[in-house]
């Protein structure tokens, strides 16, 4: 939690795995597990690790307090398989296939606007606002509103933060109140709407009583919208400082545009734009010899689970070429997140058409600088010289 770590946190990873890979923290009255085995084990085992905010509010640790809706990511089976089946209606690969017409659009605009200029901010310039123009169309909301949600986003993201201010936490809350009267309206406009877009599937769903109500629509739309903007601007952002920090993993790309999507999945590895994920003890749990009681709070360090050497050869080395286990990224189980195809294809068609439009691509500054974010690791700024 303090500045140097999350700067580079992956040091301090190494030694906790290396000492205490079941590890009780006391500051945060919860266990962390920080090896790609455990990690992916809590994460599917849902009878045993709850996402539930009803059981995160009698627990003892100090995770981030529930937020004010009870969307799927915060059920359980049965409730998260209802909804779950829902939002899979969103997100079908007819929708995806769609997409990738926008997606390409929007990316070529995008470098080609970043190669008339000799420097740009790849995150506020490129990263930001790909995410969040496919995300709109994506969902069938109007381009005019992305102002909005850039505000809404960034405030509501910082409800997962375990070092989130009371002032942070006030206007995260009031950004949600916002949220949910912005979409609970569009969802009873679009209620007899034929369109394919995310808003009009879940409208016709929730009026026809079908899986889901406008309360649950509204919260899921909420959470697509957010994670879809958030995760994939910093997916983007890290990938690019993994590139141009490594010469020759970026001409490689360059030169086989075929390793895409198995560099794509390197930079989710490499420096995952999400670092932890939380649970609830159900039970009593034994973990390497530590009991995890009933009612604790376990944090899931994705971050570290990806750089585990037990999984991944030379785990510190960022390679395009790498084989072996999936990373622990999207999660896994129940809760393996539903927008990772789309992730995928925007992070796909940015890098294809900036190794192929830009020919310089460096780094304008020395020491990018991450958020302050324990959950999400995402770079504030990445200035980048660029030519065509």
């Not at 209802?82 to 997100?91: P, Q």
């Not at 405030?155 to 009031?174: N, P």
Request: aromatic share 6%.
């Amino acid at each position: 939690m303090s500045p140097s770590v999350i700067q580079d946190p992956y040091r301090t990873y190494a030694r906790l795995r290396r000492r205490s890979p079941v590890h009780r923290s006391t500051i945060l009255g919860s266990w962390l597990l920080t090896r790609y085995e455990d990690v992916l084990e809590a994460a599917k085992d849902h009878e045993r690790f709850s996402n539930n905010p009803r059981w995160r509010e009698a627990t003892r640790s100090v995770l981030p307090p529930a937020p004010d809706d009870y969307s799927i990511l915060l059920v359980d089976p049965p409730e998260h398989t209802r909804l779950r089946r829902c939002a899979a209606k969103a997100f079908t690969s007819t929708r995806l296939r769609a997409l990738d017409e926008t997606i390409a659009r929007v990316a070529a605009e995008l470098v080609e606007g970043a190669a008339g200029r000799r420097t740009i901010d790849w995150i506020a310039e490129v990263a930001e606002p790909l995410a969040m123009r496919v995300m709109l169309a994506m969902l069938g909301l109007p381009e005019r509103d992305h102002r909005r949600w850039e505000v809404w986003s960034r405030r509501r993201a910082r409800l997962l933060e375990m070092i989130a201010t009371r002032r942070e936490r006030k206007a995260a809350h009031i950004a949600g109140s916002e949220i949910r009267r912005y979409f609970t309206a569009l969802l009873r406009q679009r209620t007899q709407s034929s369109e394919d877009d995310a808003v009009s599937t879940l409208a016709r769903l929730a009026a026809a009583g079908d899986g889901i109500s406008m309360a649950e629509a509204s919260d899921m739309l909420s959470v697509l919208m957010i994670a879809g903007n958030e995760t994939t601007t910093h997916l983007i952002g890290n990938g690019m400082l993994a590139l141009v920090r490594d010469r020759e993993q970026m001409q490689r790309l360059r030169e086989e545009p075929k390793r895409t999507r198995a560099a794509i999945n390197e930079m989710l590895r490499f420096d995952s734009p999400v670092q932890t994920d939380f649970r609830i003890a159900k039970a009593d749990v034994v973990v390497r010899g530590r009991t995890i009681r009933a009612g604790d709070g376990v944090i899931l360090l994705t971050g570290s689970a990806n750089r585990d050497g037990a999984a991944f050869e030379n785990p510190d080395t960022f390679d395009i070429t790498r084989t072996g286990p999936k990373h622990a990224s999207f999660g896994h189980g129940v809760h393996q997140c539903i927008g990772a195809e789309l992730a995928r294809m925007e992070a796909g068609a940015i890098f294809t058409e900036a190794l192929r439009k830009l020919g310089t691509i460096e780094l304008a500054s020395n020491s990018p600088h991450y958020r302050t974010s324990t959950v999400i690791r995402g770079l504030a700024a990445l200035p980048l010289r660029v030519a065509a």
